[in-house]
């Protein structure tokens, strides 16, 4: 058994037993855990206001190889966030943003760069309300930590570089912009001119409705991230409730 100690984030707890919390964290050098802390419903002194949703802690747990449960020994509050929960709006935000890192990672996977967008998320949502395009700029720069980015600059068909009103077509099922030559025999949708460079710039200045940016856009990532990762969000629906 193992001594460790790192920087997380909580993205969810449930109580187990009488007295214990089951904790899921993403943390900056081993990346998401599932621990337990013995006590951490009701000790004051080792877990006082840390293990709560969206908090940023420094904490100390033991790992055995043998099991899959990390045991969550201390920890210190480095950045309290708790009071998000005071906010519907700010809640729906915080529950997405930690789900999307949760459903999208695997157990023991280090993404620096993932855990320091998501403590900034976390940090902006407290200080200001977020609008439908801040939701989708940090879900693009999620994908883009992951690895998972749609294709958004070449045909995903034939493999030629596109530029402005040729980024009008996109293939759910392919994963990507398609061409208007290669539209012709690829599944697709038709998207407003603008949209697609759009977001292939993560949500550069955009001349147009932005209702119709931000309702598409979230489309279009619903729509690729459902197909090709196989996951479905609880929190999208909350989301929808959240002014533009």
Do not use: W
């Amino acid at each position: 058994m193992g001594l460790h100690k790192d920087q997380a984030i909580v993205l969810s707890t449930r109580v187990f037993g009488e007295s214990d919390k089951i904790v899921r964290i993403f943390t900056l050098d081993t990346g998401k855990l599932t621990g337990i802390a013995k006590g951490g419903k009701k000790s004051q002194k080792r877990f006082m206001n840390t293990l709560e949703l969206f908090n940023v802690i420094n904490l100390e747990y033991f790992e055995k190889s043998s099991r899959s449960m990390v045991r969550i020994d201390s920890a210190d509050l480095v950045e309290a966030n708790m009071d998000i929960g005071s906010s519907y709006n700010k809640m729906c935000v915080a529950s997405f943003f930690a789900e999307f890192v949760d459903r999208l990672t695997k157990e023991k996977e280090r993404n620096n760069r993932l855990f320091h967008l998501l403590s900034d998320s976390l940090k902006r949502v407290k200080s200001v309300e977020f609008t439908r395009s801040d939701i989708l700029y940090y879900q693009l720069q999620t994908l883009d930590h992951l690895g998972f980015m749609p294709n958004f600059k070449t045909c995903v068909q034939c493999g030629r570089h596109l530029e402005g009103r040729e980024l009008t077509f996109f293939s759910t099922e392919r994963g990507g912009a398609v061409c208007p030559s290669c539209s012709r025999s690829v599944p697709h949708r038709t998207y407003p001119e603008g949209l697609i460079p759009r977001m292939a710039d993560r949500l550069a200045p955009f001349a147009g409705d932005m209702s119709l940016f931000e309702r598409h856009g979230r489309e279009i990532l619903e729509g690729f991230i459902s197909f090709h990762l196989n996951v479905e969000f609880k929190s999208y629906r909350f989301l929808r409730g959240i002014p533009g």
